[in-house]
């Protein structure tokens, strides 16, 4: 399991992730995975998802992660876009 530590400000195909509950944008990350039956009940899928958790409320988020292709870049980049909230500079 990931865990990136630190609180974050998540952008989801460039929009901003605001909790519904309490309209906070910040938010601590994990990596969950889950295995998903397919069709062919012999073979399970595996699912990674990540998991953003308010930080004012506790309520969960849960988004698959995919990838997009960026023109200006010129390569696949994640639909998940994470910005560190830094609370106290002089901790660095
Ligand atoms: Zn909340």
Redesign the pocket.
Known sequence: MVRRKGIYQIKIRNQQLI??????NEFTHREVYLDRVTFNKDEKEKLTLQSFT??????IRLFQEKFRYDHSLQKHISIIEYTEVIKNEQNR
């Open positions: 909790c519904s509950f309490c309209q906070n308010c930080t004012s409320c506790g309520d």
